[in-house]
């Protein structure tokens, strides 16, 4: 059985990649390489963050490879652009990070071929802003994010929460990707009358705005708090003590506290030398996922009606706790956590829960 994994594998956002991948490589080896009587083999595809790109691999994987499921697509735009071919090819789609929220939300463009494991844009955005209102304080504060689908949406949902919980965002910042001096957006976030900032950027962006955030001295005037990507595992130790005390929500954290979670991190971390992070998780679930209909179809995935009905059913407790797709979209429902930055025990820095939101579906925000 044949999986087709669009990954970015070279470029800016390479490490995405190679993250999604090592989380997909150790699903297969726990399982042993095959489910339902059936070996599975993972062929990726570099598509470099690039749409056009991702359009031509998902072909080569469909046509010259013949896949039987497509998996990865890391980029929003990326999904947007390849959602058509493979819906109308009839090949289930696992995705396993794009976050593009209409692909689940919008009933004109779900498909019953269409699953997601990660999350929506504004998922785990949503349940922070009345957690930050109520157990923060937080009442007037500055939305900043990376000017792009992602980071629009991100913001809006945000925006719109934070707003019916009753606080009041007093300014709107982005800043486009890859930006290397965030010196002018800074300057104007220190304008503001505000109590904190919320701020979504992810991968290199991250460590350079946070990085930047402290060095500009407005750490000082104003906490920062966000999406979870501001502080991924991944890139914390880049970060350093500029990241101390950062409040993000995320859909995983690994120092969660659970008997499955604890033995993926300590199994992971024994093979990869690293903790594992959201994309790892992500990756993870979605060969999770993938074996677990097999298994149930006694891997019989030519049977297309089936194998879709076995996904939509699919169920299990994972690393967060139970594991199950939303009966009308086909996206998770999953336990949204909230973590602050601590100095852990052995000197290294960690994203410490300190809350949790159970069950949030993408048609709750």
Do not use: C
Request: hydrophobic share 40%; glycine share 8%; net charge negative.
């Amino acid at each position: 059985m044949r999986v087709g994994a669009v990954l970015i594998l070279t470029g800016d956002f390479a490490s995405l990649g190679r993250s999604l991948t090592e989380g997909m490589e150790f699903a297969l080896d726990e399982i042993g390489g095959e489910a339902g009587g059936r070996p599975i083999e993972i062929i990726t595809a570099d598509s470099s963050g690039n749409p056009e790109q991702a359009i031509n691999k998902v072909r080569e994987l469909l046509q010259r490879e013949n896949v039987h499921i497509i998996t990865g697509v890391t980029l929003s735009n990326e999904a947007a652009a390849v959602r058509d071919i493979i819906v109308e090819s009839e090949t289930p789609w696992v995705i396993s990070n794009a976050a593009l929220s209409t692909l689940t939300r919008d009933p004109a463009l779900r498909s019953p071929y269409i699953f997601r494991v990660s999350y929506a844009n504004g998922q785990y955005d949503a349940p922070l802003a009345p957690w930050a209102y109520e157990n923060l304080g937080y009442r007037r504060i500055v939305l900043t994010t990376l000017d792009y689908a992602a980071g629009q949406e991100r913001l809006e949902v945000f925006r719109r929460h934070f707003e019916e919980a009753g606080g009041t965002v007093v300014d709107e910042v982005l800043a486009p990707l890859h930006t290397q001096d965030y010196g002018p957006y800074l300057q104007r976030i220190l304008q503001a009358d505000a109590d904190a900032v919320w701020a979504w950027y992810g991968s290199a962006d991250a460590v350079r705005f946070v990085t930047q955030y402290a060095e500009f001295g407005v750490r000082d005037a104003f906490p920062l708090f966000g999406g979870g990507e501001l502080t991924d595992e991944a890139y914390l130790d880049q970060i350093g003590d500029a990241a101390l005390d950062i409040v993000t929500s995320n859909n995983y954290a690994p120092l969660y506290d659970s008997p499955e979670n604890k033995a993926f991190v300590e199994q992971f971390r024994e093979r990869y030398g690293h903790l594992p992070g959201q994309l790892e998780y992500q990756g993870y679930l979605a060969i999770r996922v993938i074996a677990e209909a097999l298994n149930a179809t006694g891997g019989a995935i030519e049977d297309k009606p089936a194998f879709l009905e076995a996904l939509r059913n699919v169920q299990f407790t994972g690393p967060m706790g139970e594991f199950r797709f939303h009966p009308e979209t086909q996206h998770v429902i999953m336990k949204v956590v909230i973590r602050r930055v601590e100095r852990l025990e052995d000197g290294s820095l960690g994203n410490v829960v300190i809350g949790e939101v159970p069950d949030v579906d993408d048609l709750s925000y």
